[in-house]
DNA sequence: CACAATCAACCTATCATACAAGTTATTTCC
DNA sequence: GGAAATAACTTGTATGATAGGTTGATTGTG
C-alpha cells in the first residue's frame, strides 16, 4: 500500500524516459560549447565537420543537431557560411501555442486571459516608463487603426503592433517578446472574433479602447492604463462569446 | 529624403529574407498535414518515407523537418515507431529564456518581473477556483520546504513545484507552462541568489513568504493571495540586489 | 596605392544508398 | 486460444558525392 498525494498532474503512464540518442547528445555539446565559450549573439559556432570530428560522430548526427537548435532559434543556420548565435525572438513561443491552440490543448479565452496578466502590467509600466517619443508613436499608431476597421488583415497587424510597441515601453525585453508571442498566436482565431462585429460602430468601440490606453499611457497614469486594458479585453471577452468560444 | 518614424526596435541592418530551403517547405508541409487532418495529441504521422515520396524530396530532408518539429516540442520521435503528435509543455519557452539569459539577452531581473505579472493573475485566480484538495497540496508543499532549507537542490524544486501548483490551481493550462518555464529558466541564477541568505533566519523568511500565499489561497482570498505575493516577490528582488544583479 | 574582378578554400544543402536496431503486425507452433 | 518466432516496417546513423553559397586571398588594373 503505497501512500501517495494526488498528484494534480496525473502521472502520465510514464513512457520509460527516451533513450538518448546521438544528435541529443550532440545538441547538449553544442549549447555546451556556446555556453562554455560565453558566445553572444551573432558569434560564429564551428563548422558541422569540425563538431562531427570532436564528437566522433557523422556529419548527418551534427546536422540534426544543428538543425534542432535552428528550430529554436538558439542558433541561424544559412548555406555556405557558418551557423551563428541568435537573437532572442518570441517565434518560437508563438509557435508553440499555435500549435497548442490547433491542437486544442488550449483554447482562445486561456490565451486572452494570460495576455491580461502580462499586459496588465506593460501598460503599467508604459505609464511609468515610455519616453515621449514612444507616447507619440502609440497615439499614432492608434490613429492609424482608425482608417482601416475594415480591412482585416492590417488592422491585426496594427493591433499587434500596437501592443508590443507598450510592451517595448516597459523597459523589460522580455514583456515585448512575450506579447507578441501570445498575440500572433491568435491570429488564426481574432479574425473570428473581428467578424462578429459587423456594423461600424462596434468596431470603432474597439479602436476607442485602444485610444484609451494610448492616452492614460501619454498621460503617465499607470493607474488609469491598467483600467483603459480592462475595459479593452473585457470587449474581446464579449466578442469571444459571440463569436462561440468559451 | 525619406520621411519614417524612429523605430523603436532599431531596425537591423536587414538580412534578406534567407532563402527558403527544402527543409523549411517540409516543415510547413509536415505543420499543415496535422492541421489539415486535425492531428491531436497522440496521433501518429506518416513515416519519414512516405512524406519523402510525396513532398519529391530526399528522406534527409524529411528528417531534418522532423527533427525540427521535435525540438519545438509539435511531435515526438522514437526509434522504430512513427512519430506522433506532442503535448504541450513549457520545456521549449523554459529552452528559450535561458538561451536568452545565458547570451545575456535578459537578465534575471527582467526574468522575475515577467514571473510577477504572471503569477499576480495566478494566485488571485487560485484563491477563487482553487479546490479543496489543491489547497491542501499547496499546504503540503509548503510544509515540505520548511524541511530543506539546506538542500538548495530540494528546494529549488519544491519553489517550483509550488509555483506551478498554483498555476495549475488557476485553472488555465496555459498557466503552469508559462510559470514553469519562467521558474526553471531561472535554474541557474537562483542558486545565487540563494546564498546571499546564510542565516536560517533568512531562509525561513522566504519559507514564510510561502506560506503566507499559501493560506490565502486555502483562505480564498485573492487580495491577500496578490499581497502576500507581492512580499515574496519583494523579497526575491532585495535577494538579487545583493547577489549583484540590476 | 586603392579598388575591383577573379579564384580558391571552405561551408552548408541535398541526395542516394546502406545497414543496425527498435516496434508492430503476422504467422506459426504448442 | 495463447505464446513465441518472424516478417515487415520504421527510425537512427554512417559514408560518400555533388551542387551551390560565402569568404577571404590573389591578382590585375587604373
Do not use: Y
Not at 569540425?50 to 538558439?74: D, N, Q, Y
Request: hydrophobic fraction near 45%; charge should be neutral.
Amino acid at each position: 500500500m503505497h501512500e501517495r498525494q494526488a498528484p494534480i498532474t496525473p502521472a502520465q503512464p510514464a513512457d520509460p524516459p527516451p533513450p538518448q540518442t546521438r544528435v541529443d547528445n550532440a545538441v547538449r555539446a553544442i549549447t555546451d560549447h556556446i555556453h562554455g565559450q560565453s558566445l553572444k549573439v551573432g558569434d560564429k559556432l564551428p563548422s558541422e565537420a569540425r563538431f562531427a570530428e570532436w564528437l566522433g560522430v557523422s556529419r548527418t548526427v551534427i546536422r540534426e543537431a544543428f538543425k534542432s537548435l535552428s528550430a529554436m532559434r538558439i542558433i541561424e543556420m544559412r548555406a555556405g557560411r557558418r551557423a551563428q548565435v541568435c537573437g532572442f525572438d518570441g517565434s518560437v513561443i508563438a509557435l508553440s501555442l499555435t500549435h497548442a491552440l490547433r491542437t486544442e490543448q488550449i483554447n482562445p479565452q486561456q490565451l486572452w486571459d494570460a495576455r491580461r496578466a502580462v499586459e496588465t502590467r506593460t501598460v503599467a509600466l508604459a505609464a511609468i516608463r515610455r519616453s515621449d517619443a514612444e507616447a507619440r508613436r502609440l497615439l499614432a499608431l492608434v490613429a492609424q487603426m482608425h482608417d482601416c476597421v475594415d480591412d482585416l488583415a492590417r488592422m491585426t497587424e496594427h493591433d499587434i503592433a500596437f501592443h508590443v510597441a507598450i510592451a517595448e515601453a516597459s523597459r523589460n525585453p522580455l514583456f515585448p517578446v512575450l506579447v507578441a508571442a501570445l498575440t500572433s498566436a491568435m491570429r488564426e482565431t481574432n479574425p473570428m472574433v473581428w467578424r462578429q462585429r459587423r456594423d461600424d460602430e462596434s468596431r470603432q468601440e474597439v479602436v476607442h479602447a485602444h485610444e484609451a490606453i494610448a492616452q492614460a499611457i501619454a498621460d503617465g497614469d499607470p493607474e488609469a492604463a491598467s483600467n483603459a486594458l480592462a475595459r479593452h479585453f473585457d470587449l474581446a471577452s464579449q466578442g469571444l462569446v459571440m463569436a462561440g468560444f468559451n
